[in-house]
């Protein structure tokens, strides 16, 4: 592993744009209230060709241990347990605070090295915080304007002399490794996101599959904000493989128009871009409310965007009817999700653990037939006995001829089919088609991408046959 950097502060110090500098990218929300951050977000980062793991965290509130703040101290309390270093933020242009003091105590009492970032330095207005921060007893503080970038050459000055060596070790390691490893291809480790409605049991899932408190959680709804990614090794109890996995924890997604603040539109935004990278996307439901319209418009989305799709109903342990609920909830998804039957629909609990092996085990299934590639020959076989079994229609008498197919990409699989008048084929005929290679060739409920191309006609300057299907020749998705 890289060596680990932790972010520590009090909030609206800078924690998250010190992040999404030094990872280069905007992972992190930003916004001018505090107490945006509340779980720990992971990122690779790299400052002048020295490489690490920067953790973001949330911001040191002096608050109830029970109450959300102090939650979330915790979290951030944990996550200096196994790091290399930790970073503690203050604000120079707002000097030091009783706050910072607190923390500054609780920083000097662990065994580990501190790095003090006088954030906001640029300009006069900071000059007097820089001063002042040398009272917190933690040594000279690197004054630095994340948003800016001013000041990170001294940030890796005093970075190096704690992390440089071990990260000199692990790429030592890493070449040694890439020297003996088999070129074998992998599909790695598998992308799992978690999405739904606020309030399903999302972050506690998750924490029940890793057997730990990592993620924030409690009764109240839209905790999570960042979409969160942890790397874990799961055993599977059947096959006894240790596998891979990445688990990806989002944000709740309400209703369009019951979302109104900017941090949650953020927050939603984020999510749905966590649904990008990832290959796996669980649904997420609450078995005390059932499937609603909501849940439904987020499959489709799953769906649309490629990605592989399951539905879990959580809270199984407390389900009134379980069996009448299972099927009305099956039921719903067939007819709702028309452009993909059969979505793998599974009861579990986070709470105690039930059903979580199986749709784990479900997941990289799932994955392998949304990575797998058909041979053309046995595309073409299927094909044929396709349109043998159903002929494509005539529209006014005349034929179109569909000659053959071809699987072009995967993730998700996408096909290509080559005819002649393809423009009048019916919809009715291609979902004919695209249902026939899910359930013939081992796609199952994987969505599958299927485009219509007909040769140039050459006599036709208007249909031209490139581009979108407009007329004879061209192609249509």
């Known amino acids: 592993m890289k060596p680990q950097v932790i972010i520590i ?3 609206n110090v800078g924690k998250s744009t010190l992040f999404n500098r030094l990872v280069g990218k905007k992972l992190a929300l930003v916004d001018d209230q505090p107490g945006v951050t509340r779980d720990r977000r992971l990122g690779d980062a790299e400052l002048a060709g020295m490489e690490f793991t920067v953790v973001d965290t949330a911001g040191w509130e002096d608050d109830d241990p029970d109450s959300l703040p102090g939650r979330m101290r915790h979290q951030t309390e944990v996550s200096l347990e196994g790091a290399d270093a930790a970073m503690f933020v203050v604000d120079a242009r707002a000097g030091i605070t009783p706050l910072d003091e607190e923390i500054g105590r609780w920083l000097r009492g662990q065994e580990l090295p501190i790095i003090l970032v006088a954030n906001k330095a640029e300009g006069r207005q900071g000059e007097a915080g820089v001063l002042e921060s040398y009272a917190l007893g933690l040594g000279e503080p690197v004054p630095l304007s994340a948003e800016h970038g001013e000041g990170v050459a001294d940030l890796f000055g005093a970075l190096w002399p704690v992390i440089g060596a071990a990260e000199e070790e692990l790429a030592a390691a890493e070449r040694a490794g890439e020297a003996a490893e088999e070129d074998d291809y992998s599909l790695g480790p598998l992308k799992l996101a978690i999405v739904g409605r606020p309030n399903a049991g999302k972050s506690t899932l998750i924490n029940r599959l890793l057997d730990e408190d990592r993620l924030l959680t409690g009764p109240e709804a839209g905790i999570t904000r960042d979409s969160i990614a942890v790397d874990w090794q799961w055993h599977d109890p059947k096959s006894g493989e240790t596998r891979d996995i990445r688990l990806i924890d989002t944000a709740g997604m309400r209703k369009k128009r019951n979302v109104t ?3 949650e539109k953020l927050s939603v935004a984020d999510a749905r871009r966590a649904v990008d990278f990832a290959e796996v996307v669980v649904l997420l439901l609450d078995a005390t409310q059932g499937l609603e319209h909501q849940d439904l418009k987020i499959a489709s989305m799953v769906l649309e965007e490629g990605r592989a799709l399951m539905v879990a109903i959580n809270k199984w342990d407390v389900a009134e009817n379980p069996s009448s609920l299972f099927n009305g909830i099956k039921d719903a998804l067939h007819d709702g999700l028309a452009q993909v039957r059969g979505v793998p629909l599974f009861a579990v609990s986070a709470k105690t653990g039930k059903g979580l092996d199986t749709m784990l085990a479900a997941a990289h299934e799932i994955r392998d037939s949304w990575s797998k590639r058909v ?7 299927w094909f044929d006995d396709a349109l043998e079994a159903n002929p494509p229609p005539a529209p006014n008498g005349r034929r179109i001829k569909l000659r053959y197919i071809t699987q072009v990409g995967t993730r998700p699989p996408r096909c290509v ?5 393809l423009e009048a084929l019916p919809k009715s005929y291609e ?5 026939g290679i899910r359930a013939k060739l081992g796609f199952d409920a994987v969505p599958v991408r299927v485009s219509l191309k007909s040769p140039k006609n050459p006599y036709n300057a208007n249909r031209g046959g490139g581009g979108n299907y407009s007329g004879g020749g061209g192609d249509r998705t």
């Open 261 to 263: 603040e900017k941090l």
């Open 431 to 435: 979902r004919y088609l695209v249902n």
């Open 9 to 11: 502060g009090r909030p």
């Open 375 to 381: 041979p053309t020959a046995a595309l073409n076989r």
């Open 417 to 421: 089919i080559f005819g002649t008048r």
